[in-house]
């Protein structure tokens, strides 16, 4: 989701009386009409088109459609976006990832296999549609280290193939397939190349899970370290790239501040000078010439997202689109003369579109819109709000309210609505301001929908993410029940209709908030959340030794007795007797990250204490679910599961079950209508 500015329009309009004065001023104010319902498959299926991307020459677009059912890449000629020829074939995933080789020749995607993460590098002959398999190898992980038009038969790739828990640097010869051993990793997170792909700089792990920048030495080894990232700052800050001078490297920082801010580092002495700051929220990204790597922009995003020019070289482009895009916007590439841009807009309350920007003619043209069929639908707005905690904290937070519930567009129903607290997953991330189909989805079906971003997430300083440290099931979970606190007292909710939901931590939050605050909410859903904390830090995927020790640091340390304990104090399934209200688990049983022993063992917990339970299960998805067809029967359970709990509409089930690969091992029984749908099932 684009985090960024748009004015929140009211959708809602209020109805005049008609007749007698006296007589409109005691009549009852009327009830607007629900809004059409929209269907699950327009929200949540394949997008027509996405992603859109130009050619280094800018003579080609390159996006992802539906072929067969299937995302795959698709390249139209300039201006002629419905003459696009299909390049890639994939029958099983989406693709969801990919990038032009520099030259122009090939498009490079990565793909794994269901849901593992296991992405390998596949690159597609843009003329001939030929698809090869560049990274033939099994149980690895592939990581882009470096890219550049400097170069552009050749990319640099990292590889776990020798070792699952560090990648090996090599050069990769994209004409020839050909890979080349460039530097064997032995304990090294990260790497820096210049524009000519030299290695420069290896970040390596440090014991108290801060991280030490080392500059490779002509020998190819890195040497004595140039800067030393301290264990809370790490999260904040790291190294953004080299350009082309080569004497530099681009540093986001919170070494001695709050806020990240950019910074030159100076590659042979280890000195910063401060390029970019702001003093509302961490800088976010920044832009750089595709050609030199210099910097020319980056972005703050507080309440919304916002880009902010270094010098001139783009600034006049970004006041041009900050007044001509109406709405939030990304670019999501440009072509090697930089004249050609491809953007997205974010207008809220309308489905995303890509556009072509022409830097020469100061002009717009729509390439294609993401979901045609929202077109004309009524989609809610969304408010960026500040929240305040108990103990003094602000919490960015985001509210959607049932189109039409606003009559009078003063922010809140005219009479309370059921409410999801819709919980971030990360934790380390962040909810942003922008179109949301999980908030559309719910304010539709009659819902307010409340993200709020609890301390722990990102973006918002160093001292409000390393506020969330070791408070797992604590502070966190204290700041999602204020914000619900907050939303009964203003009248968004009542007190008794609040579901909470969420994905990965976001489904933690739900498991603990089903534990241990089960008076707070009506009905909870967790969508591939970690039961157990010490049994799922002892099952991380092995290539996340570089971030261990920080997790050791914010979550717990699972190698010490007080870390044991604490994990197991803070874990959902120490608590299992306390759920009193219906819950709904759902996992991939793929997923690397949380795996499928994180839903199996509440469930089970939950089925020797006789405490009724809903466990949907794909066994062809990992930490989230890719295709389109398990999308659609997740939320047609979800949706029923909800409206049986909060009362809010529900679309039929249909055919949104057929191609799917949904089981569920448990408790179908407790969904209005799951066990025929299972049943009617093609």
């Known amino acids: 989701m684009l985090g960024s500015s748009l004015l929140a329009i009211t959708l809602a309009t209020t109805l005049s009386a008609c007749g007698k004065k006296e007589e409109a001023a005691t009549a009852p104010a009327a009830t607007p009409a629900p809004a059409e319902l929209i269907?699950?498959?327009?929200?949540?299926?394949?997008?027509?088109r996405t992603g859109a991307s130009i050619s280094p020459d800018g003579q080609s677009i390159a996006f992802l459609a539906p072929r067969d059912g299937v995302m795959n890449i698709w390249v139209a000629p300039i201006g002629q976006i419905d003459a696009a020829k299909p390049l890639t074939a994939d029958k099983e995933r989406p693709i969801r990832r990919f990038f032009w080789a520099p030259a122009g020749d090939q498009i490079l995607y990565l793909q794994d296999k269901g849901g593992n993460e296991d992405f390998l590098l596949y690159g597609v002959d843009v003329a001939s549609a030929e698809t090869k398999l560049l990274t033939p190898f099994e149980k690895t992980t592939v990581q882009i280290v470096g890219i550049s038009t400097q170069v552009p038969d050749t990319i640099l790739v990292g590889l776990n193939?020798?070792?699952p828990k560090w990648h090996d640097v090599h050069k990769l010869d994209l004409k020839t397939g050909k890979l080349t051993l460039v530097f064997k990793n032995e304990g090294y997170g990260g790497f820096d190349a210049d524009r000519s792909l030299t290695l420069r700089l290896a970040s390596k792990p440090l014991p108290d899970g801060g991280m030490q920048i080392e500059p490779f030495g002509k020998d190819g080894?890195?040497?004595?370290?140039?800067?030393?990232?301290?264990?809370?700052?790490?999260?904040?800050?790291?190294?953004?790239?080299?350009?082309l001078e080569g004497n530099i490297a681009y540093l986001q920082s919170t070494a001695g501040r709050d806020k990240a801010a950019i910074y030159a580092l100076d590659l042979g002495s280890g000195e910063t000078k401060l390029l970019a700051e702001s003093d509302k929220a961490d800088i976010g990204g920044i832009l750089t010439n595709p050609v030199t790597g210099a910097l020319e922009a980056y972005n703050v995003d507080y309440l919304k997202d916002e880009w902010l020019p270094v010098g001139d070289a783009v600034a006049a482009d970004i006041a041009f689109l900050n007044q001509e895009a109406k709405g939030s916007w990304g670019i999501t590439s440009r072509s090697k003369d930089d004249n050609l841009w491809t953007l997205v807009i974010d207008r809220v309350t309308e489905p995303a579109a890509f556009w072509l920007y022409d830097r020469k003619a100061k002009s717009l043209t729509r390439l294609f819109t993401v979901r045609p069929n929202l077109e004309g639908k009524t989609l809610a707005p969304m408010q960026a709000l500040e929240i305040p905690s108990r103990d003094g904290k602000v919490l960015v937070s985001y509210l959607s309210l049932p189109p039409g519930a606003d009559a009078n567009g003063d922010g809140k129903p005219e009479k309370p609505v059921p409410m999801v607290l819709n919980v971030h997953g990360g934790p380390w991330a962040r909810d942003g301001f922008g179109y949301n189909s999980e908030h559309?989805?719910?304010a539709n079906r009659g819902y307010a929908v409340l993200s709020v971003n609890f301390r722990g997430s990102t973006g918002f300083g160093k001292g409000f993410t390393n506020a969330g440290d070791k408070q797992w099931g604590r502070t966190m979970h204290d700041d999602l029940i204020d914000a619900v606190d907050w939303a009964v007292k203003n009248g968004i909710t009542p007190t008794d209709k609040v579901a909470i939901y969420g994905g990965s931590y976001g489904g933690y939050a739900t498991l603990w908030g089903m534990t241990n605050t089960p008076e707070r909410f009506a009905c909870g859903v967790d969508i591939v959340g970690p039961s157990n904390l010490n049994t799922l830090l002892a099952s991380v995927p092995e290539y996340w030794a570089a971030f261990f020790e920080q997790l050791a640091r914010r979550?717990?340390?699972?190698?010490?007795?007080?870390?044991k304990a604490l994990l197991t104090e803070r874990s959902p399934l120490t608590h299992v007797d306390k759920i009193a209200k219906p819950l709904l688990i759902a996992q991939g049983a793929n997923d690397p990250r949380v795996k499928q022993a994180e839903s199996d063992q509440i469930v089970t917990a939950m089925k020797a204490k006789n405490i009724p339970v809903t466990y949907v299960l794909y066994p062809d998805e990992g930490h989230g679910f890719a295709r389109p067809a398990n999308r659609t029967s997740f939320y047609a359970v979800a949706e029923g599961f909800l409206s049986h709990c909060l009362g809010g509409r529900q679309e039929p089930v249909g055919a949104d079950f057929n191609g799917a690969s949904i089981q569920v091992p448990e408790g179908a029984d407790y969904v209005p209508g799951l066990k025929e749908a299972l049943a009617a099932k093609q």
């Open 221 to 243: 080894k890195p040497g004595k370290p140039i800067l030393t990232i301290a264990a809370d700052d790490a999260l904040t800050s790291g190294v953004a790239g080299i350009p």
């Open 161 to 163: 193939n020798r070792d």
């Open 440 to 442: 559309q989805w719910l």
């Open 39 to 48: 269907a699950r498959k327009d929200l949540f299926g394949n997008p027509s």
């Open 555 to 563: 979550v717990g340390d699972p190698r010490t007795e007080e870390g």
